[in-house]
């Protein structure tokens, strides 16, 4: 009598918690500057997330009240730029937001690569759950040139976010 | 008559307001920390303010002859992170009386992140007070606007 009262106590706790879900996101985002970059500047290039999520959250019938956690899981960043990201010495990506969310640091690459592409190290563990619930959330990108550059600066951001649902 | 003059009256205070030196934006531009070690600039992201380093009076580290890094991070994988260019003021709104609060500031010198209320004491000079739980147990700096040349 008392194993069944237990595994009945265990199966209401379980219930209780509720169900949770897991998938991930990829979000392609463009930085762009117009330039001048100066040596002695270190430059933010930002991306204002408005409706990138709106068929994921709807794919999974959830609203950011059902948003349990975000975590970054990758982050590559390419560039066309016939100098590729030699004029630069290092990137930092940062999510910031609105209300009470904090500004956080989710990616880091220093010294970056000669080549065109590179895939960053996403910093910490950061849980990003109440920046992704906020009306207002940027991800800002800063890059620390190496040298003068007159000319305009694009590149790409490929960025898996692993998203938690709660029911 | 009256009540159109009131209504007139509230619409030019508002329109002052809006555009009123007061208003948080004061606080962009390039400040000098008390030390006289960094330049921070101060830049808006959405509603909220943020400050990064921009400028060192010695930008080389002596022990590796490489620019400096923030080696004191607690997160292990910011310490290569290059001190110039780095965020150390976080998260600020603007609350009215030339003050923003609710952010924070990182002190790269032990890796510490502590609250900060920024008070704008006149145009060029801001008093940065950083403290731990409450203010009265903090510490405050006084910063100045940069000028070029300095």
Known sequence: ?167 | MKKISIVLGAALMCVLMAFSPASGDRLLGVWQSGSGKAGVKIEKIGAKYYGKIVWLKEPIDPATGKPKVDKNNPDEKMRTVPLKGYRILKDFSYKNNDEWSDGTIYDPENGSTYKCVIKMKDNNTLDIRGYIGVQALGRTDTWKRMKLGK
């Open chain 1, 1 to 167: 009598m008392k194993k069944i009262l237990y595994l009945f106590a265990g199966m209401l706790l379980i219930s209780a918690c509720g169900k949770q879900t897991k998938d991930n996101i990829t979000l392609d985002i463009t930085f762009k500057s117009d330039g001048p970059f100066f040596e002695a500047s270190p430059e933010s290039l930002q991306h204002q997330l408005t409706d990138e999520l709106t068929a994921f959250m709807k794919q999974h019938h959830a609203t950011e009240a059902n948003i349990e956690a975000v975590k970054l899981t990758s982050a590559s960043f390419t560039t066309t730029d016939s100098s590729g990201f030699t004029d630069f010495g290092s990137l930092t990506l940062n999510m910031m937001a609105g209300g009470d969310s904090k500004a956080k640091e989710i990616a880091v690459q220093n010294p970056l690569s000669k080549e065109n592409s590179f895939n960053a190290q996403p910093a910490g563990d950061a849980d990003l759950s109440e920046h992704f619930k906020s009306k207002e959330k940027f991800l800002v990108c800063d890059l620390t040139p190496k040298k003068d550059r007159e000319n305009p600066f694009e590149l790409k951001a490929k960025l898996t976010f692993e998203f938690t649902f709660k029911d």
